[in-house]
């Protein structure tokens, strides 16, 4: 309750950054796109040089550059080889950065554009991509036509894979929640996580692959556990706007985020963590404290202070109105099922969100 993750906002960018790639080789280097006016939607599809002992002068000039007949909407690059995924107006397409002017494979699923794509970090034949028609879809790059597919209620922004296991992915949604799905088991989510009071825009995992952080419209990001439905805490700023892209650094210490104020701020990603050297004593007294908090955490006192934290009215009048709405929901069923003579059948609250499954 009493900690500062609030650590300090980088400068540099004249506009909103609207996307945030982290360097798998460099622990300190983060490349941050932005829309003031250096890339625009001429669909052209370049390719760089990463020289890390003059950064600045290597990206002067591209590699190369093809010249392609739509904009793309979304790209990610193979973890192990020099391929990478591009999402199209009406596929998701598989490249080569030996040949650019053809694609090595082609998805799709209908004639639905593709604006998110990546893909398993582990499994690296395995990928999924987001549709415009409110559909996630399973991909093995070593087959021509997608695995399965499934269609959301409403649509979904962003999803990331779970690091650690690599079956596992979180994806975010419109309709203010955030969803775990299973490969193994395409069918339905795996849990629904609750808390933002508007849409969820972006989502990334924590390298230990037991904790994920979402940024959301409501100008809040909030920090879950994997196995938790509710998150353990909302960072929030006066001046914050909404949150578009969140990242977790690759020691999980940090968070970064952007939002639509133009500015990208570095959180902790443990409000309460110290960072620097703890002397043997000041260590010996966090993990005391922590053991206390571990052991009276369902203590009613307890609980309200481990659970308070300091937000906007609008966030906390939002919060009680739809918590009223699903008493309501719930209210509803019960008498529906009381009063009805038929029996209706039980619909898990994970299955509800869904509209249709495709093989």
Not at 154 to 175: C, G, Q, R, V, Y
Not at 186 to 192: E, G, I, Q, S
Not at 266 to 272: C, I, P, V
Not at 288 to 303: A, M, N, Q, Y
Request: proline share 5%; with cysteine; net charge positive.
């Amino acid at each position: 309750m009493m900690g500062k993750p609030f650590i300090g906002a980088l400068e540099g960018s004249t506009e909103r950054v609207t996307s945030i790639s982290l360097n798998t080789e460099t622990l300190g280097m983060a490349t941050f796109g932005t829309a003031d006016g250096k890339c625009s939607l001429d669909g052209q599809l370049k390719q760089w040089r990463m020289n890390y002992d003059d950064i600045v002068s290597c990206w002067k000039q591209p590699l190369s550059s093809v010249l392609m007949k739509w904009t793309p909407h979304c790209m990610d690059h193979h973890p192990s080889s020099n391929e990478f995924l591009i999402g199209g107006p009406e596929s998701c397409l598989l490249y080569s950065s030996v040949r650019l002017d053809v694609p090595l494979r082609e998805w799709s699923w209908g004639q639905e554009p593709v604006h998110n794509a990546k893909f398993n970090p582990v499994e690296h034949n395995i990928a999924c991509a987001l549709t415009k028609d409110n559909s996630l879809m399973l991909i093995d790059c070593r087959q021509d036509q997608p695995v399965r597919k499934v269609k959301m209620d409403l649509k979904l922004n962003a999803f990331s894979w779970n690091p650690m296991e690599p079956f596992i992915f979180t994806a975010a949604s419109e309709d203010y929640n955030v969803y775990t799905f299973d490969n193994r088991f395409f069918k339905f989510p795996r849990r629904v996580h609750r808390g933002h009071v508007n849409a969820v825009l972006d989502v990334d995992y924590s390298p230990t692959g037991r904790e994920f952080v979402t940024g959301s419209y409501d100008s809040t990001i909030r920090l879950w556990k994997c196995d938790s439905t509710e998150s353990f805490d909302v960072y929030h700023t006066r001046r914050m706007k909404r949150v578009l892209v969140v990242k977790v650094t690759l020691d999980a210490k940090f968070v970064l985020s952007s939002s639509s104020d133009q500015n990208v701020r570095l959180w902790k990603a443990h409000a309460n963590e110290i960072i620097g050297p703890i002397q043997p004593r000041q260590k010996a007294s966090l993990q005391t404290c922590e053991s206390l908090r571990e052991k009276f955490k369902d203590h009613p006192e307890v609980r309200k202070i481990l659970k308070y934290r300091h937000l906007p009215k609008t966030i906390h009048a939002s919060s009680k109105e739809h918590a009223i709405i699903r008493a309501k929901e719930r209210r509803k069923e019960r008498n529906t099922r009381i009063f009805n003579k038929n029996d209706l059948p039980f619909i898990p609250d994970k299955e509800k969100h869904v509209v249709a499954q495709y093989k």
